[in-house]
Every structure is written in structure tokens, then in C-alpha cells.
């Protein structure tokens, strides 16, 4: 089993950045994939990235690939995602999610994953 901590959420301005940070303990985290997701008020939660074992592949949903990344350390057991130009709309609890195979089209659905964290609040107000 694989405990996951999100980090870095907050309120900023359209246009501002922030880091997220999934911070993992319990196994070797090199052998999950990882995601992150996103649940706005009253809305579903959903896909907003993805990376693989050793971070040579990731997914995007189109809402955010041209600015967010996702990336990971291995040897921090951490997985980031940058956010470059917030949008009010991408206002939500943005969780990370693990799961122990290969990065595959099941990593953009929330039940294809195990390991969840509890979330970190991201407000961006226009």
C-alpha cells in the first residue's frame, strides 16, 4: 500500500502559477504510475494528468496540456504538476492518484486507480 500527501494548493490570481506536490511513503513508488485529478464544486471529478513508471510518458487532458506538466522525482517518491497560466475555471481540489502498472489509457479514468490522496485546494480568482 502507498500513502499519498498533496501539497502546494492555494489562492492566486488568472495568469499565476503553482506547483503541486504528491509526496508518497509506504512502497517504492518507481513501480506506480501516477495521476492527477481535479473535482470542482458540484461537478465530477476528473482527468487532468498523468505519468508513467519512470516518467517517459505522460497524458494530458486537452483543457491543460499546453499549461500544466507533470513530472517526478523517483528518488523523492514526489510527483509535481506545474500550473502556468491559471484559469478561474481550473478552480477545484486537485487530488494525485497511484496505481502499480504501466501508464495506459486506463490512467485517464479515477477508477483505474488504487491510491488517492486527500486533495489540495487550488482558487483562482479572475
Known amino acids: 500500500q502507498v500513502q499519498l500527501l498533496e501539497s502546494g494548493g492555494g489562492l492566486v490570481q488568472a495568469g499565476d502559477s503553482l506547483r503541486l506536490s504528491c509526496a508518497a511513503s509506504g512502497r517504492t513508488f518507481s513501480n506506480y504510475a501516477a495521476g492527477w485529478f481535479r473535482q470542482a464544486p458540484g461537478k465530477e471529478r476528473v482527468f487532468v494528468a498523468a505519468i508513467g513508471l519512470n516518467a517517459g510518458i505522460t497524458y494530458y487532458a486537452d483543457s491543460v496540456k499546453d499549461r500544466f506538466a507533470i513530472s517526478r522525482d523517483n528518488a523523492k517518491n514526489t510527483v509535481y504538476l506545474q500550473m502556468n497560466v491559471l484559469k478561474p475555471e481550473d478552480t477545484a481540489v486537485y487530488s494525485c492518484?497511484?496505481?502499480?502498472?504501466?501508464?495506459?489509457?486506463?490512467?485517464?479514468?479515477?477508477?483505474?486507480?488504487?491510491?488517492w490522496g486527500q486533495g489540495t485546494q487550488v482558487t483562482v480568482s479572475s
Open positions: 492518484a497511484a496505481h502499480p502498472r504501466p501508464l495506459g489509457t486506463w490512467a485517464t479514468m479515477p477508477q483505474g486507480y488504487d491510491y
